[in-house]
């Protein structure tokens, strides 16, 4: 750890008029937990602190982690009025300095993208709604299965509520036996999946594949390749294009559960991605001063912080921290191992509170270190700049990040982090506007289950739970905690898990399909043993599709559980 660092406050101070509350935040002493200790007294913004601290003497041991609380009236109050003149005075000063307009609409921040907030507003309820209006109109078709013109009735109201036919082998025999509802759900999952994923890769509604002013952006700032490891918690699905606002086209993003990604894995890309600037200048030269920067997003809760945080950490936010932390160091040292010297990677730990989607950045110092008890909260940036004219808050927001990063930090990192978090402050502002500060669904709300390889067109919270692996052995643990989670979500209700098998593949490589197809198929048969008492009650139903990667195109259904039974014959 660099012993260079300047001397401030664990994280960043709060403003003396905040912006509208929100769930149990508040500064954090040195070496203190999010949630471990009582909450403190905010501390008015003085000249003194609304500015960045200064270079001074560290304070004595004993004072670190302790804030000082003001003294009862009773006491000296002679003194404590001479204070509050001169606090007051201070305040005139800081007004001068720093002009002050009214907040925007609604109270936002002035560097919120208001059109950006309406435009993935409109994609969320769009697809969300798609999703969720299944089981309403499940039931209402249920309540007619024994009407004499049933499959009539049942087509017209799919096509009328949810855009499409339903399968008629799935309607004919429902004058005979029940109708087999939870097949009929599991159909509807995957066609609605279908459907969002051919959008998204034909029409692009979100922007991901506006990459060249990030990419240029990235350079810029000494790094050739964003490689994010959010958990695959489904809180975090929408990390990359919603909380970061950043074009998921340009972002390698692959997730895991407890962002313990595969360091192997990761290793093998870096090489990819390094083979590329010396073979092709993709995307630079292999002489351009830049690095390859992995990142790894840990979250927490401030609504229900012991339960709904990391499950893989035991909604232990310190220890989601630490695992995160290791794992990149791990990277680290296997690139420096294996090839070269640490240059040409770089590394970044960012926090994230799935219930208000606020993030915190852990900035490292010139050597990559980064300390867990040190943090930029963008939620605090929010609260100090919120009052401020757009360019008087960009310059503040990067002044604030500068003073609570470590002195030595590399000035492209604070570039870069500058970005991340006014970004977030959208992302606030949209939380708040259009879930009312905080998201209703603290917990898990997933919609389906995405194992095997891609997704890339998953970018809505709470829409899918991810396992990311080639095998069942490999990704047994995530696979596990995906049963768990839809155990309470679906079969505790009566409804299948619904499981999208999918692996990706690069067209370009004889035979990369077929393998492809062949790991989906082998896939599937392990998961139907693996979970051999769901499957034999209807209560796991699977989706195979490919996706050719370097095409562009939408996906391939290779395959389902649900395929129409075989016409009788000798």
Known sequence: MSSQRRPTRASLIWASAPAPAVPAYRPRARGESEFGAPAATPEPVTAESARPTPATTEPAPQARGQRIRPRPPSRAAGADAAKRTARQTKRVGVAAAEPRQAPGPSGQHPLTDRDGNARL????????????????????????????????QAQSIARAELGFDLPGYMLADAWVTQLDLRRLFAWC?????????????????????????????????????????????????????????????????????????????????????????????VPNTADAPTRYLKSVIYHYSSVDPHHQGCAAHGSNDAAAAQAALDRLLAFRQSVENGFCCGASVALLLIGLDTDTDAIRVHVPDGQGHMDLTQSVDALKVHAITRDLDPTAARARVAELIKAH??????????????????????????????????????????????????????????????????????????????????????????????????????????????????????????????????????????????????????????????????????
């Not at 209006?133 to 209402?140: A, D, G």
């Not at 922007?207 to 994010?228: P, T, W």
Request: charged content about 25%; aromatic content about 10%; hydrophobic content about 40%.
């Open 189 to 281: 999952v995957f066609e609605t999946y279908g459907r969002m994923t051919d959008d998204f890769f034909a029409n692009d509604p979100l922007g991901g594949r506006e990459v060249r002013d990030f990419d240029r952006f990235l350079q810029d700032c000494g790094f050739h390749q964003l490689d994010v490891t959010p958990c695959a918690d489904g809180r975090l699905a929408h990390a990359i294009s919603y909380v970061l606002r950043l074009p998921c086209g340009a972002v390698r993003r692959k997730p895991y559960a407890g962002g313990l990604f595969d360091v192997e894995n990761t290793v093998s890309k870096w090489g990819e991605v390094e083979l590329g600037r010396f073979r092709e200048g």
């Open 121 to 152: 507003q409109r994609y969320e309820e769009r697809i969300k709604t798609a999703f969720d209006r299944i089981v309403p109109v499940l039931k209402q078709i249920s309540a007619l299965q024994h009407e004499s013109d049933f499959e009539q």
């Open 405 to 570: 990063a470590p002195a030595t930090a590399d000035p492209g990192m604070l570039r870069l982090v500058a970005r991340l978090i006014e970004n977030n402050l959208s992302q606030i502002d949209y939380v708040r506007q259009v879930h009312g500060g905080h998201y209703a669904d603290v917990g898990h709300a997933e919609r389906f289950m995405g194992v095997g390889i891609g997704f890339e067109e998953i970018q809505l919270r709470n829409l899918t739970y991810f396992a990311y692996l080639y095998t069942v052995e490999e990704g047994a643990a995530d696979l596990d905690v995906g049963r768990k989670i839809f155990g309470g979500l679906n079969v505790s209700r009566g409804l299948p898990i619904p499981i999208v098998i999918r692996f990706d593949y690069h067209g370009g490589v004889p035979g990369a399909r077929e393998r492809a197809v062949t790991r989906c198929r082998r896939l599937d048969a392990a998961l139907a043993g693996r979970f051999t008492d769901l499957a034999d009650r209807g209560l796991l139903h699977r989706l195979l599709v490919v996706r050719d990667s370097d095409a562009g195109a939408g996906i391939e259904v290779v395959g389902s559980s649900l395929n129409a039974p075989a016409a009788g014959g000798h």
